[in-house]
C-alpha cells in the first residue's frame, strides 16, 4: 500500500531559513490561559520558532500587532522561512474574533496583513486560532497538537493536524459545545516542521490512520451546464476519474436550486437504505456561485452549500466514513494579480526565468488556517458542534471573493485535479490536492473581460481524522 511508499510532493517549503512565531492573547485571564501560552512556549522551542508575545487588551489592536510584525520582518536582515501566528480569542461570530472589551475584529484582514509580507513571499503562513466559551483546561487540542509536533515533526503539517483532529474527536464529549478542529489550506507543497521523510525512511513512522475503502465508493454528480461552456468537458472527465477509482456516480443536469437540495436528500435516503457498505461519498458541485458559500441553481435562485453538507452529515450509513466535496463555482468577482517579490536585479530576473520558476504567485496562497474549539467561516449557529463535523473535505475551485477560471475546454480545477489524480490515485487525496493547487497556482490565466494574467489557488477546507486513499 501506498504507506510503505510514501509519496513525495513535487512542492515542498524551503525551511533552511528562520522561523517566528507571534502569540496575540485577548482572553482577559481566562482559567488555563497561562498554561496555554506556556505549551506554546514549549512548542516553539521544540520546533526552532522564536516566539512574539503580545498580550492585547482590545480586539482593534490585534492589526496593529499584526501589521508591526509585518514591519519586523520586512526588516528582518535574514531569510525567514516560515511565520506562525496564534490568536488566543473567543469568537462568537464567523470569520470574526471578540476581544474581552466586546470588540470584534474581522479574521481575513489579519490573515491579509501577514499575506502582504514581502519578507513571506512564497513562504508558508500558519494562523492557529483557539478559543473557548468556558476554559482553555478542558481543549485538549493544544496538548495533542503539541505532542505530535514534538514526536513526530518528520510529518508533513496536514499529516500531523489530520492525525490531531483524529485524536481529539476521539476524546470529545458529543454533549459539548466543542467544535470538532478543521483546517483551510492554500499550501503549494509539503510544510515539514523537521526533517522530511525522504531524509529518513527507514525510521520515519507513517501515520497509521487509514479510511477503510473496502466497501462501495459513490459519488453525486450537481452540475449546470447553462451559461457555463466546458462544463460538459468537466463532466467528461469526472466520468473518466470515476471509473480509475471504481466510484458508482449519479449525474443530474441542470439542477434547480430546489434540485440542489431535493437530488441530496434523496442521495442521503438511499445510501441509509442500501444494505451494502458504503465507504466513501464524493459530491461534485458545479454552477456558478456567488460569496459566501452560495451556488446558482439552472433557475437562478441560490443554494447555501452548508445546507448540502449539514444534509450529507446526518447520513447514517456515512458516519465516520469520508465526505468529500468537489465545488468548482465562482465565489466572488474579484479577479487576482498576485505578487510579486521584491525588485530584483537583472541577474535575479534572468535565473529566476532560467530557473522556470513563478515571478508572481496567487495573493492567497501559502496560507493555512487552523479552528480549535473555534466558529469557522464556513460555520452556521445550527450546525452540529460535535464530532458530526468530521471527516468532511471541501475542496474549493477558488478563493473566497474570487472567480473560477473556465474555458470552452473545461475548468483549470476540474481538468488539473482529474490528471493529478489519475497519474497518481494510489496517494493520499490532501496530498494530491495539494499538488493541484501548486500547479493552479504556477497557471497564468485570462479572464473572457480582462486582458491582463491573473492567478487562482485553491481553498481545501478539511476536518478529515485519517488519511484517505481514493484507490487501494
Given amino acids: 500500500m501506498s504507506g510503505n511508499s510514501p ?120 494562523f492557529l486560532l483557539l478559543g473557548s466559551h468556558d476554559n482553555l483546561e478542558s481543549n485538549a487540542f493544544l496538548p495533542i497538537l503539541t505532542d505530535h509536533c514534538r514526536h513526530f515533526p518528520h510529518w508533513h503539517l496536514l499529516e500531523v493536524l489530520t492525525q490531531v483532529i483524529g485524536k481529539v474527536t476521539q476524546e470529545m464529549p458529543t454533549t459539548t459545545e466543542h467544535r470538532c478542529p478543521i483546517f483551510h489550506s492554500s499550501l503549494r507543497g509539503a510544510l515539514y516542521f523537521g526533517r522530511t521523510r525522504s531524509q529518513d525512511l527507514e525510521v520515519s513512522p507513517i501515520p497509521q490512520g487509514v479510511y477503510d475503502m473496502s466497501g462501495e465508493k459513490v459519488a453525486l454528480v450537481l452540475c449546470v451546464t447553462q451559461d457555463r461552456p466546458g462544463a460538459e468537458q468537466d463532466l467528461k472527465a469526472l466520468k473518466r476519474l470515476f471509473q480509475t477509482l471504481g466510484f458508482k456516480s449519479i449525474l ?47 433557475d437562478g435562485q441560490m443554494v447555501e452549500v452548508e445546507e448540502m453538507v449539514r444534509e450529507l452529515s446526518t447520513c447514517q450509513v456515512l458516519r465516520g466514513k469520508a465526505k468529500v466535496f468537489l465545488l468548482q463555482g465562482c465565489r466572488g468577482s474579484n479577479r487576482d494579480p498576485g505578487m510579486s517579490p ?46 458530526d463535523q468530521a471527516d468532511i473535505l471541501r475542496v474549493y475551485s477558488a478563493a473566497e471573493g474570487y472567480v473560477a477560471y473556465r474555458d470552452e475546454n473545461g475548468s483549470d480545477f476540474i481538468q488539473t485535479l482529474v490528471e493529478v489524480i489519475i497519474a497518481d490515485p494510489h496517494q493520499d487525496l490532501l496530498e494530491l490536492l495539494t499538488e493541484v493547487n501548486r500547479q493552479l497556482c504556477e497557471m497564468d490565466v485570462l479572464g473572457p473581460d480582462c486582458d491582463e494574467i491573473r492567478k487562482m489557488n485553491l481553498e481545501i477546507r478539511s476536518s478529515l481524522r485519517k488519511r484517505l486513499y481514493l484507490k487501494v
Avoid at 68 to 73: K, N
Avoid at 82 to 106: F, M, T
Avoid at 361 to 385: G, K, T, W
Wanted: glycine share 8%; aromatic share 8%; net charge positive.
Fill in 342 to 387: 521584491r525588485a530584483l536585479p537583472w541577474l535575479g530576473r534572468w535565473l529566476q526565468h532560467w530557473l522556470q520558476r513563478p515571478s508572481t504567485i496567487p495573493s492567497h496562497a501559502d496560507v493555512l488556517r487552523v479552528y480549535a474549539n473555534m466558529q469557522d467561516v464556513s460555520s452556521r449557529e445550527d450546525f452540529p458542534r460535535n464530532a
Fill in 252 to 298: 443530474k443536469m441542470d439542477p434547480t436550486a430546489q434540485d440542489f437540495r431535493k437530488e441530496l436528500a434523496q442521495f442521503r435516503e438511499h445510501l441509509d437504505a442500501c444494505r451494502t457498505t458504503v465507504s466513501c461519498a464524493l459530491i461534485a458541485l458545479m454552477a456558478h456561485g456567488e460569496p459566501q458559500g452560495r451556488l446558482l441553481g439552472a
Fill in 7 to 126: 509519496f513525495q510532493l513535487k512542492g515542498e517549503y524551503d525551511m533552511t531559513g528562520a522561523r517566528v512565531a507571534l502569540t496575540l492573547c485577548a482572553l482577559g485571564g481566562q482559567i488555563g490561559e497561562d498554561r496555554a501560552v506556556a505549551a506554546l512556549e514549549a512548542m516553539y522551542q521544540a520546533l526552532g520558532f522564536k516566539n512574539y508575545l503580545r498580550r492585547v487588551a482590545k480586539a482593534q489592536s490585534f492589526q496593529k500587532e499584526l501589521a508591526h510584525f509585518r514591519e519586523l520582518l520586512d526588516a528582518y536582515r535574514n531569510p525567514i522561512s516560515c511565520a506562525l501566528v496564534v490568536l488566543l480569542a473567543h469568537s462568537e461570530c464567523r470569520g470574526w474574533l471578540l476581544g474581552p472589551d466586546g470588540r470584534e475584529v474581522q479574521e481575513k484582514e489579519l490573515v491579509g496583513e501577514l499575506s502582504h509580507c514581502q519578507a513571506l513571499w512564497g513562504k508558508a503562513k500558519v
